[in-house]
């Protein structure tokens, strides 16, 4: 009930940018609502954020603040005339195409999901394990912005503000910390949340590639390619086994989507697009963001009205709100698309100055990014050059990670390269192009440069606190940028088309086992054989529920309980902040959840609380608790195989440890 209760929370929500996409491309193309309904979640996310920042975060102030973003945009959109930018006529056939790439969206992203923690009849619950290392943490970041602080907390260090970009969240927040119970349910909000940023996703590359190439199935090809046959990997790891007489299946037990990484020559690690749709929705509400704004600029060219411009600007806010470098990103490559339109225009000073209005609404933004404190010495943090993993075999890594894709890619550019002089383009291209001859000599820039740009970052740049996530974002603006040029081969005249369509071919049947594969094995809850970083399948016993509901439900909000998390490594090392919703005095995050912080202080932090668990001094073990404010103490089976000979004291010891909850595996002390 509560996901069916939260569906229509989230599209309420994206119905406050309804009215800048209908001044944008009007209400009856879908353009209009496409891209209202992205700058919708971007509006709604501030409209929460200022209850929150006041002080007066609750149901009936989170409607009101809804309510009044929406009132002043509808007010400024009618003073608008509409539509602000002229797009070719969008047809049944395109509504047919744009349907199948939200066909095969949810086909991708839901199973996943589905799986996501499901339980057995014993009461245990399943989580694969990259699904710890993503959703499961979200479920912990959401639960502290639902506490409503400000600044949040860092549930991993809890003296410490949370030093991420967390405005993508606040929705999912404001939701499981104002409808009844929602705090029970705060894994079904963000599945409901992903799923429906996934179809946002694949509809703003959808978008972008019709406006860069306006022709249906090849922008329906170019967006199916690129979500699900990026990657060679998978082929190649079918190819390896069969070689070396190793069982096709042992494939489960496979990072399939990162061979480039896990085999040699170790490479850069480059994720296809189906991960974002399961473990990183922020970055995706980024990257729809960004390509909504890059529609805008070239759809209209830089001679686009002030007003498509300053909506273009607030898209690159929204996208910088959600992931401040991904938002750079994008505006740096619509701002060099600017550029080269007006070079070409001869009236370069006049068409750059005026898009310069567009610089203010992300300034603000990266403004309220360093006031919310989301990006505390992220700067120093940037490496520049060709360093570490991107020197090992980076042509190799690349036609592994991205090979199929960008080999379509490259046949478009090749197309789209002016013919030569004396030539003709055939009756059929133009006649295609009709109404569109304008921007139809400069549509490609955008999209060629947001691609140019990504290899850049992906080779020459990256982040010495997580040393492959420049690496995950560049690849997949990268392949957020093919799918427009894939297109424009697709829909070339002469004897282009032919060429494109069988490398798509090709490409396609060599690029979908990989994601084929990474579906079947991300919704996989049997295997529970061992990977690199613990079991493929992690286990929440029903024992731990039944501790882990306790502390929910009887302990206050912002209580500090601690587990240790060096016994624990990869596998639960979010449970007590996911799963019980509290914050620790200490743990090992393995997100950038912490910041760029010197990760100095977890590891002092956690060795104190080693030190509490195995120490047979109660006394001891008491001081190190009260120094770090812990009140409530956890042990279950992890705790005890690590610190067999420190357990007697929490029991002996009542006037220091008072025993609350207790089961056959876990118990629970409070600090006196």
Known sequence: MIAVLYIAIYAIALIAGLPLGFALFGRRHPAGWICGAVIGYALTAFAIWLPIDVGRASGVPFDLAWMATELLVFLAARQIPSPLVNLPAWTRRDSTALLCVVLLTLAIAVPPFIRAGASDAAGNRYYRAYFTADFVWHEAL???LAKFASPPRNPYLAHRPIHYYWTYFLLP?????????????VEAILKVNAVGTALLFASAIFLFAWTVAPRAWPVAAGVMMAILSSSAEGVYALWRFRQRGVPLGEVRNLNIDALS??????????????????????????????????????????????????????????????NPFVGGVFSLVWGLTVVVDAARSGDFVRRVLRHAVAVVPVALAILWCVRNQMVEGAG?????????????????????SLGPVLVAAV????????????SHESLESRRSLRGFRLQAEVRPAA???LAFVALLLMYFVRLDVDRAWVGFRAGQIFLVAAPALIACGLSAAGPWRPVSIAVAIVAAAIGAPTTIIDTYNAQDISNFTQSPNGPWTVTVTAEEQQGLDWLRRQTPADAIVQMDPLARERSTW??????????????????????TQNDSEYGERSARVKTMYATPDAQAAADIARALRIDYIWIDRTERTAYPSGMAKFDADAGRFASVFRNNEVSIYRVR
């Not at 927040?173 to 349910?185: K, T």
């Not at 050059?385 to 036609?399: F, Q």
């Not at 046949?411 to 002089?421: S, Y």
Request: charge should be positive; include cysteine; aromatic fraction near 6%.
């Open 447 to 449: 999209p060629l440069l």
């Open 380 to 400: 120093g943090a940037l490496q520049f050059g060709w360093l570490g993993e991107a020197r090992n075999g980076p042509v190799w890594t690349l036609m592994l």
């Open 142 to 144: 959401t639960s502290e």
């Open 261 to 322: 990484n896990w085999w040699p020559p170790h490479g850069l690690r480059i994720d296809g697009l189906q991960r974002c749709f399961w473990w990183v929705p922020q970055h995706s509400m980024s990257y729809a963001l960004g390509l909504i704004a890059l529609a805008v600029t070239t759809a209209a060219g830089s001679g686009a009205p002030l007003a498509a411009i300053v909506i273009a600007g607030l898209a690159l806010a929204g996208a910088a709100m959600m």
């Open 411 to 422: 046949v478009g550019v090749l197309a789209r390269l002016p013919p030569e002089r004396g």
């Open 574 to 595: 979010s449970l007590i902040p996911s799963l019980a919703q509290r914050r620790m005095a200490a743990g090992r995050p393995i997100s950038l959840l912490g910041g």
């Open 173 to 185: 927040a404001a939701a499981a910390g104002s409808l009844p119970n929602g705090m029970d349910h």
